[in-house]
Nanobody
Framework: VQLQASGGGLVQAGGSLTLSCTASGRTFSTYYMGWFRQAPGKERELVAGISSGGIPYYGNFVKGRFTISRDNAKNTVHLQMNSLKLEDTAVYYC????????????????WGQGTLVTVSS
């Protein structure tokens, strides 16, 4: 599956942004999908994941601010981000993996290109 991420941009602290990832291929619904991010000078980290059936997982730092969703009919996964903070500034990547365990472990089958989110004060 090939992944195309979009929706990044510049937003003020406290604002909202929605990232989208569109997948090509017929097997999208079988993948566990995730959003990762990498801030300058930091390691890539998992932001959120979602099973093929729509069960979400969130990193501890999300704390109710982000919502991940997917539409298997449209081969898309979204990340709604609210109450954005300066520390949310990063390049965000969508990712596809074979299972929840593998994605949470960073074992990714396919990465999308990153989309930059910049949160300003």
């Amino acid at each position: 599956v090939q992944l195309q991420a979009s929706g990044g941009g510049l937003v003020q602290a406290g604002g909202s942004l929605t990232l989208s990832c569109t997948a090509s291929g017929r097997t999208f619904s079988t993948y566990y999908m995730g959003w990762f991010r990498q801030a300058p000078g930091k390691e890539r980290e998992l932001v959120a994941g979602i099973s093929s059936g729509g069960i979400p997982y969130y990193g501890n730092f999300v704390k109710g601010r982000f919502t991940i969703s997917r539409d298997n009919a449209k081969n898309t996964v979204h990340l709604q981000m609210n109450s954005l903070k300066l520390e949310d500034t990063a390049v965000y990547y969508c990712a596809a993996g074979s299972s929840r365990a593998l994605v949470l472990a960073g074992q990714i089958d396919n990465w999308g290109q990153g989309t930059l989110v910049t949160v300003s004060s």
